[in-house]
């Protein structure tokens, strides 16, 4: 507290000839989310590189953004990032206040950290409003890394891959904008023959929640031979009560798995694969939609995920990948059209590339169907995420995704040279001085290439 001080006089300083200018046009909400092209009237500092470092090990100069607004609000978030050992954290310390020129006074606002008020709530729901109002200063905090023997996140769910990916494949939390984070929460723990996989997208409200748990039950007896290798898992992901009604339905999928390794190495493992899957609603929980799924998948020590397989419907309406990243978002017809039809093959293969020390998250997916030997419906879907800044990105979440209709006749390395049938979505915070941009793209063309777009832009001038 003591060295912010000092910062926050240098702001009030180096921005009060801003503060005694009249606006030219209406005040501007300080939440700056534009939906139109504009230019930001306010005038704000970001990415500030300090004197001093109060992380350990970061490689991160991004410590301090600011803001301030000509009817004087201003904004302070300081963001020390701290790495100890296994342990990897980012906190996000916001000051907010109100600066007048004549008569000359100051304001700070301490209600972000004050504990909220109590009023007739029991003391277990207090406690959890105590712990939901806090836990907007941690970005993130990580232990470890990916199929060690103890993995755990807190934050913001990025690559997320339950098993094999029956379930969930390759997961971005895509339910929140590239500048917000969430209290998501991911634990791997990996016991010798046994493991545990559990997820939730938001500890305090969560819309997706899964585990698994697996083991080898034959791992203890030696005239088991090969069998020893075999790992049956059970898998469950579900969206847990809630208010919204469009989760009035909540769809949950039950995995059965069963997998055998074959080729074991450090560095990487491949193994052969099988799944029955069910997917049950609060009024058909006894009469599920059956489908099931089998194939190869395999990962590297801790940064690529793959997996190739074939998905088949037994019985009811069953839906393929229903846990995409944008399921929060996704409309009824969407939905609806992910339904596989029985006698219809669904192929896919997904390669996930998860660098998270530096925030950096890539996932290839194509995919297709076979009705009567005959393929149809092939799509090609890449994306990026980048949740550090890195090259004067910010954050970053941009999909690319293909669609090759059966009318076109197009093939894949050839389509990939067109924009025709394809659609882009992008929402990227960049920095480039003297600016800092805000940039959102949607963009979808046809056909024949015509694109229908929107883009949308907020541009903050950096004072220091």
Request: with cysteine; glycine share 8%; hydrophobic share 40%.
């Given at each position: 507290?003591?060295k912010?001080i000092?910062l926050?006089?240098?702001?009030?300083?180096?921005?009060a000839?801003?503060?005694?200018?009249?606006?030219e046009?209406?005040p501007?909400d300080p939440g700056?989310?534009?939906?139109v092209v504009?230019?930001d009237?306010r005038a704000?500092f970001q990415?500030?590189?300090?004197?001093?470092?109060?992380?350990?090990?970061?490689n991160?100069g991004?410590?301090l953004?600011?803001?301030a607004?000509?009817?004087?609000?201003?904004?302070l978030?300081?963001?020390?990032e701290?790495r100890?050992?296994?342990?990897?954290a980012?906190?996000?310390?916001?000051?907010?206040?109100?600066l007048?020129?004549?008569?000359f006074d100051i304001?700070?606002?301490?209600a972000?950290?004050q504990?909220p008020?109590?009023?007739d709530?029991p003391?277990?729901?207090w406690a959890?409003?105590i712990?939901?109002?806090?836990?907007?200063?941690?970005r993130?905090?990580?232990?470890g890394?990916?199929?060690?023997?103890?993995?755990a996140r807190?934050?913001?769910?990025?690559?997320?891959?339950?098993?094999?990916?029956a379930?969930?494949?390759?997961?971005?939390?895509q339910?929140v904008?590239?500048?917000?984070?969430r209290p998501?929460f991911?634990?791997?723990?990996?016991?010798g023959?046994?493991s545990l996989?559990f997820?939730?997208n938001?500890?305090f409200a969560?819309t997706l929640?899964?585990w698994?748990f697996?083991?080898?039950?034959?791992?203890?007896?030696?005239?088991?031979?090969e069998?020893?290798k075999v790992e049956?898992?059970?898998?469950?992901?579900?969206?847990p009560?809630s208010?919204?009604?469009?989760?009035?339905?909540?769809?949950?999928f039950?995995a059965l798995?069963?997998?055998?390794?074959?080729?074991e190495?450090?560095f990487?493992n491949l193994?052969?694969?099988g799944n029955?899957?069910?997917?049950?609603t609060?009024g058909?929980?006894?009469a599920p939609?059956l489908?099931?799924?089998?194939?190869l998948w395999?990962?590297t020590?801790?940064?690529?995920?793959f997996?190739a397989?074939?998905?088949?419907t037994?019985?009811?309406?069953?839906?393929?990948?229903?846990?995409?990243s944008?399921?929060?978002?996704?409309?009824a017809?969407?939905t609806?059209a992910?339904?596989l039809?029985?006698g219809?093959?669904r192929l896919?293969?997904?390669?996930n590339?998860?660098?998270?020390?530096?925030?950096v998250?890539?996932?290839?997916?194509?995919?297709?169907?076979?009705?009567?030997s005959?393929y149809?419906d092939y799509?090609?879907?890449?994306?990026?995420?980048?949740?550090k800044r890195?090259f004067?990105i910010?954050s970053?979440?941009f999909t690319?995704?293909?669609?090759?209709?059966?009318?076109?006749g197009?093939?894949?390395?050839?389509?990939l040279?067109t924009?025709?049938n394809?659609?882009?979505?992008?929402s990227?915070v960049?920095?480039a001085?003297p600016y800092?941009?805000?940039l959102?793209?949607n963009a979808s063309?046809?056909?024949?290439?015509?694109a229908?777009?929107k883009?949308?832009?907020?541009v903050?001038?950096?004072?220091?």
């Amino acid at each position: 507290m003591k060295k912010l001080i000092p910062l926050l006089c240098i702001l009030i300083i180096i921005t009060a000839p801003l503060f005694s200018q009249e606006a030219e046009s209406d005040p501007v909400d300080p939440g700056y989310e534009q939906e139109v092209v504009e230019t930001d009237q306010r005038a704000s500092f970001q990415w500030v590189e300090l004197p001093f470092s109060p992380s350990v090990g970061t490689n991160s100069g991004s410590l301090l953004e600011g803001e301030a607004t000509s009817e004087g609000f201003f904004r302070l978030s300081y963001m020390p990032e701290v790495r100890l050992g296994p342990f990897n954290a980012q906190f996000d310390f916001k000051f907010t206040g109100q600066l007048s020129i004549d008569p000359f006074d100051i304001h700070l606002d301490f209600a972000d950290w004050q504990l909220p008020d109590r009023g007739d709530e029991p003391l277990e729901q207090w406690a959890k409003a105590i712990a939901y109002h806090y836990s907007r200063f941690i970005r993130f905090m990580q232990w470890g890394r990916r199929y060690e023997p103890v993995y755990a996140r807190y934050g913001k769910l990025m690559g997320i891959t339950l098993g094999d990916g029956a379930l969930i494949n390759g997961f971005f939390d895509q339910g929140v904008d590239v500048r917000s984070s969430r209290p998501g929460f991911e634990l791997m723990l990996n016991l010798g023959g046994t493991s545990l996989h559990f997820i939730t997208n938001d500890l305090f409200a969560p819309t997706l929640t899964a585990w698994r748990f697996s083991a080898k039950p034959l791992a203890a007896v030696v005239q088991a031979a090969e069998l020893r290798k075999v790992e049956l898992g059970l898998s469950w992901a579900y969206s847990p009560p809630s208010f919204d009604t469009s989760f009035l339905h909540r769809p949950q999928f039950f995995a059965l798995d069963g997998s055998y390794p074959i080729y074991e190495w450090e560095f990487l493992n491949l193994s052969l694969f099988g799944n029955l899957i069910a997917e049950a609603t609060d009024g058909a929980f006894f009469a599920p939609a059956l489908g099931w799924r089998w194939g190869l998948w395999g990962h590297t020590k801790n940064i690529l995920v793959f997996n190739a397989s074939i998905t088949n419907t037994i019985d009811g309406a069953f839906h393929g990948e229903y846990y995409s990243s944008t399921f929060e978002n996704r409309s009824a017809s969407e939905t609806d059209a992910l339904l596989l039809p029985i006698g219809t093959q669904r192929l896919d293969a997904t390669l996930n590339m998860n660098i998270s020390r530096y925030g950096v998250y890539l996932r290839t997916k194509m995919s297709g169907h076979l009705t009567d030997s005959s393929y149809h419906d092939y799509q090609f879907v890449t994306s990026i995420h980048i949740d550090k800044r890195l090259f004067n990105i910010v954050s970053l979440d941009f999909t690319y995704e293909k669609l090759y209709p059966t009318s076109t006749g197009e093939r894949f390395f050839e389509g990939l040279k067109t924009l025709r049938n394809v659609a882009l979505n992008a929402s990227m915070v960049v920095k480039a001085k003297p600016y800092t941009l805000d940039l959102g793209l949607n963009a979808s063309f046809d056909d024949q290439g015509e694109a229908t777009y929107k883009l949308s832009t907020a541009v903050r001038v950096t004072i220091l």
